[in-house]
C-alpha cells in the first residue's frame, strides 16, 4: 500500500476535545503526526496514544503545525472520511472454495465484495489471507504491533495453498506467520477443508506447522468446505459424508489431547458441523476453552445451550402455558430438539420447523445461510405461533433483511404472523418467557 499523498481530511472535530482545544478545524487535512505519515486508523491510532503530539495540516491550502499535549490513550477528537481513512484492501485469490463465487446472479452487491484486509482482521476479527500484503506492508503490521490477527491458511504446503487459492503469492505463508511469531505477535488460524485437497497428509502437516509457532499461534478452526448449486463452470468439490466427516473427528481430537498436554490448550478446534455431520455428540463446553473460533463456528451450539440452560435456571413455570413455533436450519435440527424439551415443565413447548436450504442448493444446512424464499417454501400454510422465532443470524446484520433480498416484512405479511429474532440462548429465553 502507498503511503497516502494526499493526506487525511477531517470531516468533523468532536466538542471539548484535544484537538478542538488546540484549534484543529473541520477541513484541515491531516498529513503527518510527529512527522510520521498517517497512512490509515492503525497508524492514527498508534501515533495519537502518545501525550505529546505535533499534528502537521494543511488548512486552504496552507501548511500549518500543531502542537498538543493529552493524557495518554486520551482520543485526540478527529473524525475522517471513512473508518479506516484508507480504501478496503480487497481479496486477489481465486480460492477454489470461494463461497461469493457461488452466490446466485442478482443478489446484492455488498454479497459480492472480497474483504481482504488486514485491518479489518484485527479490528473486526475478519479472516484474512496476506496474500495482498506487500513486503513493506507486512513490515507496518510488526511495527504496529497487530496482534491478533485472524488468518485463512487452509495449507502451509507452498505448492497446496498456490493450487488452492490460484495466487503465486500464497506459497509464502509459513515465512509471514513465522515472522509474526518471532515479532511476538499471535494470530487465530482457519483452515477451510476441501476433500482430496487439502486433507489427510497435507491436513496433518499444516496442523504440525501451525503447532509448531505455538503460543504465536493462539487456535486453529477447521471448517467443512461450503458447496452450493451456482458451481457452473468452478471446481468440482465433494463434500465429507458422515463416515468422513467421523474420520477427521478422530484425526484431530488425539492432536487436541497432545497439544493439551504440551501447550495448555488444545490449540486445534473443529466446527460444530464435523460432529452433527458425523451424528456424534458434540463436544463439552469446557473442550472449547475460551471459545475464540465461535465465529467459525466452533462451539457456537455449546454456548447456545450454556446461555439457554442458565437463562431458564432463572426462571419460574409460566402462568399460561404457550406453543411457540421455532425455525432453522437443518443441521442442527436433532440438537435443538433436544434442547428444547427442557422448556416443557416451565410451560413452554415448541414446534420445531428445519428448513431446507433449497435457495443455496441441498449441501447448505446451517441456519444462517437459510432466506425468506426458504421459509416462505416450508411455512406457507402450516399453523405457527405468532410470533414465529427465527436466528438472528438469518438477517443481514445491520438490516431485517435475508440473504436473497427479501426483507423480514415481506415474510411477515406472506406467513401472516410477526417474527422475532434471537441471537443466543439467553434471547430465546427471554421470547419464549413473556406474558
Known amino acids: 500500500m502507498e503511503i497516502c499523498a494526499k493526506g487525511q481530511p477531517i470531516t468533523f472535530v468532536e466538542h471539548g476535545t484535544p484537538a478542538e482545544r488546540a484549534g484543529v478545524r473541520c477541513g484541515d487535512v491531516l498529513f503527518r503526526i510527529n512527522d510520521t505519515p498517517v497512512i490509515d486508523l492503525i497508524d492514527y491510532e498508534a501515533l495519537t496514544a502518545h501525550r505529546a503530539l505535533k499534528l502537521d495540516l494543511e488548512r486552504e491550502g496552507q501548511p500549518l503545525s500543531v502542537l498538543l499535549r493529552k493524557d495518554e490513550y486520551e482520543p485526540l477528537g478527529l473524525c475522517f472520511e471513512t473508518t479506516l481513512m484508507s480504501r478496503m484492501m480487497t481479496c486477489r485469490n481465486h480460492c477454489v472454495f470461494c463461497f461469493i463465487d457461488q452466490m446466485p446472479k442478482g443478489v446484492r452487491s455488498s454479497l459480492n465484495v472480497k474483504d481482504d484486509d488486514w485491518r479489518m482482521s484485527f479490528i473486526m476479527g475478519n479472516y484474512v489471507t496476506l496474500t495482498n500484503v506487500s513486503d513493506a506492508e507486512f513490515q507496518r503490521i510488526i511495527d504496529r504491533r497487530v496482534s491478533p490477527l485472524y488468518v485463512s491458511v487452509h495449507a502451509t504446503d507452498p505448492e497446496v495453498r498456490t493450487r488452492i487459492m490460484r495466487n503465486p503469492s500464497a506459497g509464502r505463508i509459513m515465512e509471514r506467520l513465522t515472522a509474526l511469531q518471532k515479532a511476538g505477535l499471535r494470530f487465530h488460524a482457519q483452515i477451510v477443508l476441501c476433500r482430496g485437497l487439502n486433507d489427510g497428509e497435507i491436513l496433518l502437516r499444516t496442523l504440525r506447522d501451525l503447532s509448531s509457532l505455538a503460543p504465536g499461534c493462539a487456535s486453529v478452526a477447521i471448517v467443512p468446505v461450503g458447496v452450493t448449486k ?206
Open 230 to 435: 451456482y458451481r457452473e463452470g468452478l471446481t468440482q468439490l465433494g463434500t465429507f459424508d458422515a463416515a468422513q466427516s467421523a474420520e477427521i473427528i478422530e484425526t484431530v481430537e488425539p492432536l487436541q489431547r497432545e497439544y493439551l498436554d504440551r501447550f495448555g490448550t488444545r490449540l486445534v478446534f473443529l466446527s460444530d458441523e464435523w460432529y452433527l455431520n458425523a451424528g456424534r455428540t458434540l463436544p463439552a463446553p469446557e473442550a472449547y476453552e475460551d471459545y475464540e473460533q465461535i465465529e467459525n463456528g466452533v462451539g457456537l451450539l455449546r454456548m447456545f445451550e450454556e446461555d439457554f440452560r442458565y437463562a431458564l435456571s432463572e426462571r419460574t413455570k409460566r402462568s399460561k402455558p404457550r406453543r411457540f413455533s421455532v425455525a432453522g436450519g437443518t443441521a442442527a435440527y436433532p440438537f435443538f430438539r433436544e434442547l428444547y424439551k427442557a422448556l416443557a415443565p416451565f410451560g413452554v413447548e415448541t414446534d420445531l420447523h428445519p428448513i431446507p436450504n433449497r435457495w443455496f442448493g441441498g449441501n447448505v444446512h446451517v441456519a444462517g445461510l437459510v432466506t425468506g424464499s426458504d421459509l416462505l417454501t416450508e411455512l406457507t400454510g402450516k399453523t405457527l405461533s405468532d410470533p414465529l422465532l427465527i436466528p438472528k443470524n438469518m438477517l443481514r446484520e445491520t438490516e431485517d433483511v435475508f440473504l436473497d433480498g427479501m426483507t423480514k416484512d415481506d415474510v411477515e405479511r406472506a406467513l401472516g404472523v410477526h417474527i422475532r429474532t434471537f441471537s443466543d440462548g439467553t434471547e430465546l429465553i427471554s421470547c419464549v418467557f413473556e406474558e
